[in-house]
């Protein structure tokens, strides 16, 4: 286990110990026995059924809101637009994040982090997420795949409610499916949900790393608001390519309660897509900037 101590000294911060968590098991059977990670599955859950609620509520009230049939006078100016689109997504993570964050710590983690509250522990509502946290054993193969079998049915779920009580819209309106724009390449859109995830997951491993938790007070604090920024900023980026996903469970439901081919045709690339990048930025936090690989040879100080 990696351990690095920061010296104090004029125009430094001061000194502080810290540990890195140890690896999860791949596989811990144990698990199961345990009802924290029930509970924390239910969060999960949970949370993943209103953010779909939410945010896909808004995409059908927006295009509602701005349907020329509708409002033929003012159509373009109606509606929360875009921006207030991406504003639902990035600001129902940093909600979703800061109250379920925490709930789903295993014992190891709890012994290990000083903030019980870091990400690692809880608030996924993202299988993009917790296979990124995954691969960098911060959970377990166990607690990952229930994870994400909760959030792909929270997702339905929430996309479900959405159905229920806009059903005069949601059919007409899309949905609130992902799907590859006209005009961009199947390449194009793959790379687009690549990129966006990796803008996600490597922000969610810098505000949870624990070097700078033990570095800066506030840090642990602030975690969720960075986060949402990054999902925010995503979707500016990428809602006119994909409807931005780089949520698989957000994809995955909305397609199973809409049910058209051509959200079915493209949803391979909100897989395929989250989980490269997801992976890609796991590695570069892992190994790269943490000089994980480095530290376990002992060749190399911390950074």
Known sequence: MAKDVEAGGRGEYGGKDYSDPPPEPLVDAEELTKWSLYRAAIAEFVATMLFLYVTVATVIGYKHQSDPAVNPTDAACSGVGILGIAWAFGGMIFILVYCTAGISASSLLLQSLTCTGCVPAGGHINPAVTFGLFLARKISLVRALLYMIAQCLGAICGVGLVKGFQ????VRYGGGANELSDGYSKGTGLAAEIIGTFVLVYTVFSATDPKRNARDSHVPVLAPL?????????????????????????SFGAAVIYNKDKAWDDQWMFWVGPFVGAAVAAAYHQYILRASGAKALGSSSSI
């Open 226 to 250: 960075p986060i949402g920024f990054a999902v925010f900023m995503v979707h500016l980026a990428t809602i006119p390519i994909t409807g931005t996903g780089i949520n698989p469970a957000r």
């Open 167 to 170: 059903s005069a819209y949601y």
